[in-house]
Nanobody
Framework: QVQLVESGGGSVQAGGSLRLSCAAS????????MGWYRQAPGKQRELVAD???????NYADSVKGRFTISRDNAKNTVYLQMNSLKPEDTAVYYC???????????????WGQGTQVTVSS
């Protein structure tokens, strides 16, 4: 089973920066894709960015050029560097991973508990 520990959320003024981290631990065969989603009050959860084990990245249009996702495969950790933050980036940010328990298992999804990011104008 996978456990995810998220850190790095907080409050910042518009134009500021934050860095989120999510470390995966536990018993599993492999961590495949890792990513970040967010959910603002009254809105659906949406993809912010994700990254494959090989390093291919995918970003929401709203964060392109401002956010950078990266990962350290040796540490099973994914990072989200958020620059030029805007009030509309305010949301709970959730770490998400796809993993396999064994080499022959189907891929599974797992979510972190979420970390609040608040950007004030």
């Amino acid at each position: 089973q996978v456990q995810l520990v998220e850190s790095g959320g907080g409050s910042v003024q518009a134009g500021g920066s934050l860095r989120l981290s999510c470390a995966a631990s536990g018993t599993f065969f492999s961590i495949n894709a890792m990513g970040w989603y967010r959910q603002a009050p009254g809105k659906q959860r949406e993809l912010v960015a994700d990254i494959t084990k090989g390093g291919s990245t995918n970003y929401a249009d709203s964060v392109k050029g401002r956010f950078t996702i990266s990962r350290d495969n040796a540490k099973n950790t994914v990072y989200l560097q958020m620059n030029s933050l805007k009030p509309e980036d305010t949301a709970v940010y959730y770490c998400h991973v796809k993993y396999r328990n064994t080499w022959f298992s189907n891929e599974r999804d797992y979510w972190g508990q979420g970390t609040q990011v608040t950007v004030s104008s």
